[in-house]
Structures are given as structure tokens and as C-alpha cells.
């Protein structure tokens, strides 16, 4: 869970956490949940940049497992360019 304007969203994270917590023991088996929910400060280059590099890692990992993703995804691309 990403919530922007982390000057705006303070006492939310502390709140989602519970939920974020109670999301991965009920899809454990499905998803790849983060435990921490992310403050970030839309405003800031710096900020957002660091969730990308987290979601692109995340991406890295999840193409090397499973390779047929990737093939989808290039496929629905190339479909969607005609």
C-alpha cells in the first residue's frame, strides 16, 4: 500500500498497517504483500524515487521466476501498438 502526501497521511499509516497485516494472512497464498504500508511525499523527486526502485526490483523478481509474464505482457503490448 503507496499513500502519497505523506505530510497529509501520517496517522493513516500507523492505521493501515493493521490492514495491510490482515490482507497478507488472508492472500498469503495469492499475493505478495508488503508488511509496511509507504508514506511517500508526491512532491518529492527523492521520495518517489525510492518506491520505484522498490516496484522495479519487485518487477525484476517477478519476471525472472515467471517468464511467461513477461511474454503476456509483450504480447497484450504488441497487440494494443496494432
Not at 499509516?13 to 511525499?41: C, H, N
Not at 522495479?56 to 497487440?79: G, M, T
Request: aromatic share 4%.
Amino acid at each position: 500500500m503507496i499513500l502519497t502526501h505523506s505530510d497529509k497521511v501520517d496517522g493513516l499509516v500507523a492505521r493501515a498497517k493493521g490492514s495491510v497485516t490482515s490482507l497478507k494472512e488472508q492472500f498469503a497464498e495469492l499475493l505478495d504483500v508488503w508488511s509496511e504500508p509507504i508514506a511517500v511525499d508526491a512532491f518529492s523527486t527523492q521520495s518517489a524515487s525510492n518506491v520505484i526502485s522498490v516496484i522495479e526490483d519487485n518487477i525484476v523478481n517477478l519476471l525472472q521466476a515467471l517468464p511467461e509474464v513477461y511474454e503476456v505482457c509483450s504480447n497484450v503490448r504488441s497487440a494494443l501498438k496494432g
